[in-house]
């Protein structure tokens, strides 16, 4: 429980700072958008470089991380299908909507989670590299391919990592770990630095994104809305205990990681990576907010029942 509260009040700490930031209009009217941009663009890379140059292929090899990545593939194909032949919902819509059901906030709040509730940060740890290895460069890949004309092209898609800051973030770290050498901390020091700003800028772009919207009133996205916060929250941790417990036999600490791991609320990363791409803003920011609210119940319930 105090690791459900500890995260929960950073997060709305810093998320309120943003809200009277834009409250007030205290960066101009583009303020959203230009941390937006620096989040996306310089603190997230040096984030993922220096987390990936500190990790190693065997972080990846967990049973309670099968189970996170079968519960995401799950929700997030019956999202995107709902989205796509039911909705007809446009690809990067679609896409940003699927994030926001199945892309937890592994970092900010699932760190404080894991330390209080599963008393080992590490069952985080691969949860977050699959996320920005696999999931974010899949989205990231759709959304480039949407926020032009030309459409998804081979040469396009090879060339995308050398386009997309986050991605060269990402493969940077990936190839000084498999290299097997190990920078030391003083050259990884400047990137700790810069890293360490990417969640709490996110937040105060997520928070100055919040005045005059109505994340509970009825609208266009409302039904997306609703489906994406119901498959984060309740389905999601369902699907991961049901493959956990009967599917991979895992009890215990292990079960417990799997559970709390997927049900994690939304990352505000999905709000930054819809900002910088323009691609259902008020969408991924209303389920980021409705999801991290109703995370503070759920997380508590499961920490009761299988802590």
Same mark, same amino acid.
């Given at each position: 429980m105090r690791g459900v509260v500890t995260g929960f009040a950073v997060i709305w700490s810093v998320t309120l700072v943003g809200y009277v930031v834009g409250r007030y209009n205290l960066l101009g009217p583009h303020g959203t958008a230009v941390i937006a941009r620096l989040v996306f663009l310089i603190a997230t890379p040096a984030l993922l470089f220096g987390t990936l140059a500190r990790s190693t292929v065997a972080d990846l090899a967990t049973p309670a991380l099968a189970a996170f990545v079968l519960s995401t593939v799950v929700v997030a194909a019956g999202y995107l299908l709902v989205a796509r032949l039911g909705?007809?919902?446009p690809a990067g819509e679609a896409t940003v909507g699927t994030l926001s059901a199945s892309y937890v906030n592994a970092a900010n709040l699932g760190l404080p989670v894991a330390a209080y509730v599963l008393d080992d940060v590490s069952f985080v740890a691969p949860v977050l590299i699959f996320q920005v290895l696999v999931a974010a460069p899949l989205a990231l890949g759709?959304?480039?391919?949407? =926020?032009?004309?030309?459409g998804l092209h081979l040469r396009r898609l090879a060339l995308l990592p050398a386009r997309n800051p986050i991605m060269l973030g990402c493969a940077g770290g990936v190839l000084v770990s498999i290299s097997g050498w190990h920078p030391p901390a003083e050259l990884l020091r400047p990137f700790d630095l810069?890293? =360490?700003?990417?969640? *709490? +800028?996110?937040l105060i772009a997520l928070g100055m994104s919040l005045p005059g919207s109505r994340p509970l009133a009825g609208g266009p996205d409302a039904q997306q809305r609703y489906v994406?916060?119901?498959?984060?929250?309740?389905? %999601? *941790? +369902?699907v991961a205990y049901l493959i956990a417990r009967f599917g991979l036999g895992l009890t215990g600490p292990t079960l417990l990681a799997a559970v709390v791991? =997927?049900? +994690? *609320?939304?990352? %505000?990363n999905v709000f930054v990576f819809a900002t910088h791409y323009r691609q259902a803003q008020s969408l991924a920011r209303d389920v980021v907010v409705l999801s991290t609210l109703a995370a503070a119940v759920s997380l508590a319930?499961?920490?009761a029942l299988l802590g």
């Open positions: 909705w007809r919902r759709v959304l480039d391919a949407t =926020s032009t004309d030309r810069v890293g =360490s700003a990417a969640v *709490p +800028l996110a994406a916060v119901t498959l984060k929250i309740v389905v %999601q *941790p +369902l791991t =997927s049900a +994690l *609320p939304t990352a %505000q319930v499961i920490a």
